[in-house]
């Protein structure tokens, strides 16, 4: 399987905070979901695989060949968007056109006009458009979108694309993300970050899972739901079912939580309920274990 | 990528300034016009008095809001931060546009007071020159720094200090290009100006590498 971006010992230290050293590969031709809580580290990481903060230390390799983020080639190619306040707050869209036309070379501006119809927002065309500060914040995060899918690029990069966005919207988002790996045809790649995935579920083919700054867990989706097992149960055997849970909780009329498919049948024996996981689930039981074992 | 296009993917469109300037040039010259068509003692003095003050901070101000918002795109704190240190060649625009915007800030001012001067005799524009020299020095002394206070200080030198001074002068006795404005006083100003212009270039490089 090939790469589009490889890490090896990528560190980036603050004075009460440390990202990594992270290992990780991204697979080329799909969608990489980064998932974890608020301060895990998804943004730092986003941030330095862009080049808006540098690393501490260690290596990143990008589209199999270039080393530098700095270089004029590699950002053409990257498609980043941040989550929140990414352009000017006294900007309206005919500066993020004039800006963006400049500044890259492959920016369609006809393109944005049309994307920023299509989401419902001002473009430059619209009668009295609004600035960036006075916009909601889902709207912000509309144009930045807009911004993004009408420059030509090879993979795209963005942190928290759906938090301000409303359900329906990030259900378009989807399938535009979707859109964008099939005209790709197995060469362009998607690393999203999201600390709610259940609304960009099917957005996700890869999932990476984050906490306090470390890895604890990646791989295909696919592999990763085969790899675990929701179990449900009686409370009453909840105190031998939960030494076999890597999380769990427990109410008045059952016992829910996740562990290794490894275990399956070990579960049998209570009577509890297996199902495979939803890529929700997974977060949430990955992320309770990595706290609770911290 | 030339300088002023460099300016124009930091500022996206560059008509709110010149909207300020022509704003600040306007009123100047509806002064003007109105001190020639209604040459009452009343009406003279108060124009006056009251045009070095405005030619200072309108002026001085509209001419330095360019530069600003440059500097403003290498704050963290700032929204937009992240969008301009993921542009392509990003130092490279910031450090072109810091050029564009001081120069442009330069020619505004020459340009008003080569106006004002020519159309109303107002020689006291050229403290508002001198003042306008200067605080585009101060500006780019302190604009890589994190403190607002101290990217705030040269609006308020313009603001509260030179314009409260220019009115003073021009109260008194009128103004005068005395020698010792011309001689000492504006070249001064200019010193300051190229000097704090060259600073924040040189500086460029190592502010937009530094974080947080």
Redesign the interface.
């Known amino acids: 399987m090939e790469n589009i971006l490889t890490a090896k010992g990528l560190t980036k230290a603050y004075p009460k905070f440390t990202l990594g050293e992270l290992d990780f590969e991204i697979p080329k031709g799909f969608s990489t979901a980064l998932i974890g809580a608020n301060g895990a580290g998804k943004t730092t990481l986003i941030?330095v695989l862009?080049?808006?903060?540098?690393k501490t230390a260690g290596d990143v390799t990008y589209f199999g060949t270039e080393k530098d983020i700095d270089r004029?080639e590699v950002?053409?190619q990257i498609g980043?968007c941040?989550s929140q306040?990414?352009?000017?707050?006294?900007?309206?869209p005919?500066?993020?056109a004039?800006?963006m036309e400049?500044?890259?070379k492959g920016f369609d501006r006809e393109l944005f006009n049309k994307l920023c119809e299509e989401m419902e927002v001002d473009n430059e065309f619209s009668r009295k458009p609004v600035n960036?500060?006075k916009q909601s914040d889902g709207n912000r995060m509309r144009l930045a979108l807009a911004a993004v899918f009408a420059r030509k690029t090879d993979m795209l990069i963005l942190d928290e694309p759906g938090s301000s966005l409303d359900p329906l919207m990030r259900d378009r988002l989807c399938d535009r993300l979707r859109d964008y790996l099939d005209e790709g045809n197995g060469e362009k790649s998607i690393l999203f970050s999201t600390h709610n995935i259940a609304d960009m579920e099917n957005a996700a083919d890869y999932a990476i899972f984050m906490d306090k700054g470390k890895m604890i867990e990646r791989g295909f989706v696919e592999d990763l739901k085969d790899k675990y097992i929701i179990v449900r149960g009686e409370p009453a055997d909840y105190d031998k079912a939960k030494a076999l849970m890597l999380s769990h909780n427990v109410n008045r009329t059952t016992f829910e939580g996740l562990a290794l498919a490894e275990n399956a049948r070990a579960f049998e024996e209570l009577s509890a309920v297996r199902e495979r996981p939803t890529l929700q689930q997974l977060s949430v039981g990955l992320l309770k274990h990595a706290e609770e074992n911290r | 990528m030339s300088l002023f296009k460099s300016f124009r993917v930091m500022a996206g469109t560059i008509k709110q300034y010149v909207i300020l300037f022509a704003t600040a040039v306007g009123v100047t010259a509806a002064l003007g016009i109105v001190r020639m068509l209604a040459p009452k003692e009343i009406v003279v003095g108060f124009i006056d008095g009251f045009v070095p003050f405005f030619a200072t901070i309108s002026v001085t101000v509209s001419c330095m809001i360019g530069s600003m918002g440059v500097f403003n795109a290498n704050n963290p704190l700032a929204v937009g931060y992240k969008y301009y240190h993921s542009l392509p060649n990003a130092y490279e625009l910031f450090r072109k546009a810091l050029i564009f915007s001081d120069i442009f800030a330069i020619a505004l001012l020459v340009l008003y007071s080569a106006v004002v001067v020519a159309l109303f005799g107002w020689m006291q524009v050229f403290f508002a020159l001198g003042a306008g020299a200067f605080c585009i020095g101060l500006l780019n002394f302190f604009g890589h720094g994190r403190s607002p206070f101290a990217k705030m200080m040269p609006f308020v030198v313009a603001g509260g200090f030179a314009g409260g001074f220019a009115t003073g002068i021009s109260e008194e006795n009128g103004f005068e290009l005395t020698p010792l404005f011309i001689k000492i006083i504006l070249p001064v100003a200019a010193v300051i100006c190229v000097s704090g212009i060259a600073f924040a270039v040189l500086r460029a490089k190592k502010a937009w590498e530094r974080e947080g």
């Not at chain 1, 862009?50 to 540098?54: E, K, L, R």
């Not at chain 1, 306040?85 to 309206?92: E, I, M, N, V």
């Open positions: 941030d862009c080049g808006v903060i540098h004029e950002r053409e980043y941040a306040g990414f352009f000017p707050a006294a900007w309206k005919k500066d993020i004039i800006s400049l500044a890259y960036m500060l």
